[in-house]
């Protein structure tokens, strides 16, 4: 029961960053906002090879601050859970774009070892690809957010198994080429 207790606490906690992480993708769809390609690295190179490539949008990272914030603000809505804190809203609406900021940036740290190693756009680069977003995220809300470390360690646990399964199923449905 306590087991369960704290990976439905790591779910709920991480949610915005979740989220934020993987709403770029949707955001590129969408009319109006699908030409809007401005690439975060400005097409900057590092030893001959993109900073981050194209796929890093400005769209991107403001979507996901956005609905990073959205979720938080719709989790303090509705409530929090035992390991989590009590925040008033504007804290959450805080954490969770901060939340979303950091899975974003995560995301991009991530790339820019991809673009250096040769990795290629798109492929997978396992558990880099499964944890990057996580990290990232955790970082930059935890001046705000303290969480104990069983909490943190299931936030870890539980999205590192979200992001492979999502991944295996976008794979199953022809969106994704690698199934990790």
Known sequence: MIIFSYISAALWLFLPGGAANAVPVLASKLPGLRNWQTPLDGGKSFRGRRLLGDNKTLRGV???????????GLQHAIGTTAHLPALSLHTALIVGALMGLGALLGDAVESFFKRQRDVRPGSGWF????????????????PLVHPSWQVLVSVIGAWF?????????CYLLGIRDHPI
């Open 127 to 142: 558990p880099f690809d499964q944890i990057d977003y996580i990290i990232g995220g955790l970082l930059l809300s935890y």
């Open 62 to 72: 403001l979507a996901g601050v956005l609905t990073g914030a959205i979720v938080a």
């Open 161 to 169: 198994g979200i992001h492979l399964v999502t991944v295996y199923i």
